[in-house]
C-alpha cells in the first residue's frame, strides 16, 4: 500500500508475504528454525481488506514465496511490484481532510520514476 487507503480489491498481503519471506530466509539466508515471523493481519486496517482474504493471500505468499522474483536487489532492499498499477488511483484517507484530495505529484512522480526504474531493469536483464 504506497498511502493509508482502500486496498481490499488488490493482492497486496500475498505480495507483502512474498517480499518478506523472500527478504528474511533467501536473501539474508535466515534458517527457519532459527527465527520467528509475525504475520498481522495485513491490509485489514486502512486497507479494508476483510480478514479472509488476508489470510487467504498470505497463506498463498507462504506457498509460493520461493518463485518470488525481484526486479531489484539490494542488500536488505527488494523491489518487485507487479500489483503497483492495481492501486488506487487517488488518495482515500479522509481522516485528517475533508474531502478526498486528488494524488499529489509527488506521489505520481514516484510512482512514474518507479515504473522507468523497472522497464530499465528489465531491459538490462533481457540483454544478459
Excluded: H, W
Amino acid at each position: 500500500m504506497l498511502l493509508p487507503q482502500d486496498v481490499s480489491t488488490t493482492k497486496n498481503a500475498y505480495y507483502a508475504t512474498m517480499a518478506v519471506l523472500y527478504n528474511i530466509l533467501i536473501n539474508n539466508k535466515e534458517n527457519i528454525d532459527d527465527i520467528d515471523i509475525i504475520f498481522t493481519s495485513m491490509c485489514c486496517g486502512y486497507g479494508k481488506m476483510d480478514e479472509d482474504t488476508s489470510i487467504q493471500q498470505i497463506m498463498d505468499g507462504i506457498k509460493d514465496y520461493k518463485d518470488y522474483k525481484p526486479k531489484i536487489l539490494s542488500k536488505n532492499i527488494i523491489i518487485n511490484e507487479p500489483n503497483l498499477y492495481d492501486q488506487p488511483k487517488y488518495y482515500q484517507n479522509t481522516e485528517f481532510f475533508q474531502k478526498n484530495p486528488r494524488m499529489s505529484s509527488i506521489v505520481k512522480c514516484v510512482i512514474y520514476l518507479m515504473s522507468e526504474l523497472f522497464k530499465r531493469q528489465n531491459t538490462v536483464l533481457k540483454d544478459n
